[in-house]
């Protein structure tokens, strides 16, 4: 059992659609982070989000953690190809503590 | 400032003979966590040095080890490898990861034991 889920697990759409992905646990983490990754590359980190209720924008992409810090979403306003790639979240339970990470989210953005 | 480097960045072995990957961090870094990702388990957490120590382990049989040199480079070694290790084996470098300072990923070393 994983502890942290993502969903969905694939997302395909077109340019310039908006799209939500989440990020889903039964426990609390001290602080969730994101990160993209492309084929043949390492995961690249977007956000740490550290506060329940937080929210952070980074251009398109807005990132929420979830007020009882067990869940978090990314949302992307008018996908374009570039953010094709897998969706990474990871938390940590307690400061200093390694991260777990999820399955991902596999997004593919048509043009 | 030259990022995260992995060497080899493609392997390919037989079942039982042993592996050695590398990792160079960013100058200055002085953590190095390694990770295996594969498509059904996900990235997993395999251990962490920090100055020459390993700081913390993750849930993997002892076949898998690592350590870390005074320059802050890092090595990991599989022994009598199994069909199961294929995978992607990333390493992360921080300035000091438990100081809650962002990881930065190498691009990866893709490992396939046939």
Same mark, same amino acid.
């Not at chain 1, 990754?37 to 390492?42: A, I, L, N, R, S």
């Not at chain 1, 992409?61 to 979240?89: E, M, N, P, V, W």
């Not at chain 2, 966590?33 to 120590?53: A, D, I, K, V």
């Given at each position: 059992? =994983?502890?942290?889920? =993502?969903?969905? #697990?694939?997302?395909?759409? #077109? ?9 889903? /646990? ?6 969730? #982070?994101?990160?993209? #990754? ?34 978090? /979403? ?18 940590? !339970?307690?400061?200093? =503590? ?7 989210? !596999? ?5 | 400032? %030259?990022?995260?480097?992995? +060497? ?12 050695? $990957? ?13 990770? @295996?990702? +594969?498509?059904? @388990? ?10 020459? +120590? ?13 350590? @870390? ?17 294929? %995978?992607?084996?990333?390493? %992360? ?17 893709? $490992?396939?034991? $046939?």
């Amino acid at each position: 059992t =994983q502890l942290l889920e =993502q969903s969905p #697990q694939f997302l395909s759409i #077109q340019e310039g659609e908006n799209l939500t992905v989440y990020c889903n /646990s039964s426990s609390v983490f001290s602080s969730l #982070q994101w990160y993209r #990754q492309e084929p043949g590359e390492g995961p690249v980190l977007l956000v740490t989000v550290v506060t329940g209720g937080e929210v952070k924008k980074l251009k398109r992409l807005t990132f929420q953690f979830g007020d009882a810090r067990k869940d978090s /979403s990314l949302h992307i306003t008018a996908a374009q190809t570039g953010d094709t790639g897998l969706y990474l979240c990871a938390g940590a !339970r307690n400061y200093g =503590q390694n991260f777990v990470f999820g399955p991902g989210t !596999r997004l593919s953005v048509l043009p | 400032k %030259a990022g995260v480097t992995q +060497t080899p960045r493609y392997l390919i072995k037989t079942r039982g003979q042993q592996v050695t $990957l590398s990792c160079s961090p960013i100058s200055g870094h002085r953590s190095v966590s390694w990770y @295996q990702q +594969t498509p059904g @388990q996900g990235l997993q957490f395999l251990f962490e040095y920090f100055s020459e +120590t390993q700081r913390n382990k993750g849930n993997f049989p002892g076949r898998f080890s690592g350590r @870390q040199f005074s320059n802050s480079r890092s090595e990991m070694n599989v022994s009598t490898l199994e069909l199961g290790d294929s %995978a992607l084996y990333l390493c %992360a470098s921080s300035v000091d990861r438990r100081g809650g300072e962002t990881q930065y990923f190498g691009p990866g070393t893709r $490992l396939l034991v $046939l």
